[in-house]
């Protein structure tokens, strides 16, 4: 039983232009949401994360969103270059004790 | 440089043999992770340990085993039992609660690959 859900395993968008890559949960007791980015052969980076008492986070070109009532949080990329072309995973927490939940990833391509 | 290192690279292995993954962290970090990725599978986790000498299964235990006698040092054995050894194995650390911030935040090292010929 998946808890964490990224429903589309590919996306393709242009250099410039918004990339929103999505993430769906079904534990209504995770608090706390991560989002990584991985190249082929390499470890997994942490890119941003959204504590649950808040709707919205922001580090520079990221921003993630989070939606508790649909159990949806999503990841903005504005403006999406080049070198963003690689997996993103959503990642959730239930409590400070225990591991992190991993989607499945979704492969961003940002085409020149 | 803190960090965390895995070690070898790559690692390929006979059908039948065991084989240990080295995983060390230089961060101070309390807990660690192991974690395998299989093409469209994501990260699925292995075991995972918050205090030396003391570890615990994740969602696919079967076939590996672990140790922590030391903080930095989290050695990972795939056994002959597992039956689907070949992967990328990732090791990841995190501190813990009670440390001012919220410790969930895993790093990651560069990841193994295993390959059983």
């Known amino acids: 039983d998946q808890q964490v859900k990224q429903n589309s395993p590919s996306l393709s968008v242009q250099e410039g232009r918004i990339s929103i890559l999505n993430c769906d949960y079904t534990?209504?007791?995770?608090?706390?949401f991560l989002w990584y980015k991985k190249y082929p052969a390499e470890g997994p980076t942490f890119l941003i994360s959204i504590s649950s008492i808040k709707d919205k986070n922001e580090d520079g070109r990221f921003t993630v969103f989070l939606n508790k009532s649909a159990k949806h949080l999503s990841l903005h990329i504005v403006p999406s270059q080049p070198g963003d072309s690689a997996v993103y995973f959503c990642?959730?927490?239930?409590?400070?004790?225990?591991?992190?939940?991993f989607g499945k990833g979704t492969r961003l391509s940002v085409i020149a | 440089d803190g960090g965390i290192t895995q070690s070898p690279k790559y690692l390929f292995r006979k059908e039948g043999q065991n084989v240990t993954l080295s995983c060390e962290q230089n961060?101070?970090?309390?807990?660690m992770y192991w974690y395998r990725q299989d093409p469209g599978q994501g990260l699925r986790l292995i075991y995972y340990s918050q205090i030396v000498n003391d570890f615990q299964k994740g969602d696919i235990a079967e076939g590996y085993s672990v140790s922590r006698e030391k903080k930095e040092s989290f050695p990972l054995t795939v056994t002959s039992a597992q039956k689907n050894p070949t992967a990328f194995y990732l090791c990841a650390s995190s501190i813990l609660p009670g440390t001012g911030a919220r410790g969930d935040t895993q790093y990651f090292g560069p990841g193994t690959r295993l390959t059983v010929l």
């Open positions: 534990n209504s007791m995770f608090d706390y």
């Open positions: 990642a959730a927490s239930e409590s400070r004790n225990t591991p992190l939940v």
């Open positions: 961060l101070n970090h309390d807990a």
